[in-house]
Each structure stands twice: as structure tokens, then as C-alpha cells.
């Protein structure tokens, strides 16, 4: 689950704190970019590690994340 911990309308961005059992706090920041042709979206994940159980999570799992949030963004946009 998340919560909500900020939105911003006049900058298009919406801020989520994930809540799970990870060694470490989670946001993942959601944002709305006018272009030219097309708007495009954009999902940032920030990651504060907790103790050395946090970096090795964080290091091991930065790729796969790499790849869920690209397919998050997709069908997010695939879905609007």
C-alpha cells in the first residue's frame, strides 16, 4: 500500500510513500510533462536505505525496479 504525501497540480506530480516491510523508506514520484506532440509521464523511485540490509536491497534490486516502474509507466499511460 502507499499513502499520498504530496500532489501538486500546477506542477502535474503526485509523491507516494510506500508502506511495506523493506529495510528502508520508499517514495515513488509520478509526473505529467507537457510535449510538443504528446505529454509524457514519468515515475522516479526514491530509495533511504536503512542500515546495510537497506544498501544490499537497494543494490540487488535496483535492476529489476529499473524494469517494473518502465512497465508500470506503460501501462499506466496505455490505460489513460
Known sequence: ???VCSSDLNNKSLLLRAEMKIPGKEWLLFRV????KANNLSVHAYFQPRGWHGYLYS??????HYVFFN???RKIVKRA
Open 71 to 73: 512497465s508500470l509507466a
Open 1 to 3: 500500500s502507499s499513502d
Open 59 to 64: 543494490y540487488l534490486l535496483r535492476p529489476f
Open 33 to 36: 510533462e507537457e510535449g510538443v
